[in-house]
């Protein structure tokens, strides 16, 4: 059984940053680990990941720029800086896991190339 803890979110004014974390436990000691978000009404984007193998990381286009994603050494735990918030970031911000082999590139903003998912934490960009 695997673990998805995330923690971070809130409220940020447009402009304004906001940080997101993810820790991962359970049968792996390590994981390839991003973040999908879903906004009201719409369906699961993929926002950025970085693989296990690599590190290689990966950002949507919308977030390019603006979104850092970076891992601890245990390859276990990622965080997600968000700076340069707009009003469209805001969603519900979901942590995706996989252990054992890491995705091929073709797959890596794909959801299902990810087994473990965390509950979700909101994020709103509003002022």
């Known amino acids: 059984q695997v673990q998805l803890e995330e923690s971070g979110g809130g409220l940020a004014q447009p402009g304004g940053s906001l940080t997101l974390s993810c820790a991962a436990s359970?049968?792996?000691?390590?994981?390839?680990l991003g973040w999908f978000r879903q906004a009201p009404g719409k369906e699961r984007e993929f926002v950025t990941a970085i693989r296990e193998r690599d590190g290689a990381t990966y950002y949507s286009d919308s977030v390019k720029g603006r979104f850092t994603l970076s891992r601890n050494s245990a390859r276990n735990t990622v965080t997600l800086q968000m700076n340069s918030l707009k009003p469209e970031d805001t969603a519900t911000y979901y942590c995706?896991?996989?252990?054992?082999?890491?995705?091929?590139?073709?797959?890596?903003?794909?959801?299902?190339?990810?087994?473990?998912w965390g509950q979700g934490t909101q994020v709103t960009v509003s002022s």
């Open positions: 995706a896991g996989k252990g054992g082999s890491s995705p091929i590139t073709s797959m890596m903003r794909q959801s299902e190339a990810y087994e473990y």
């Open positions: 359970g049968r792996y000691s390590r994981y390839t």
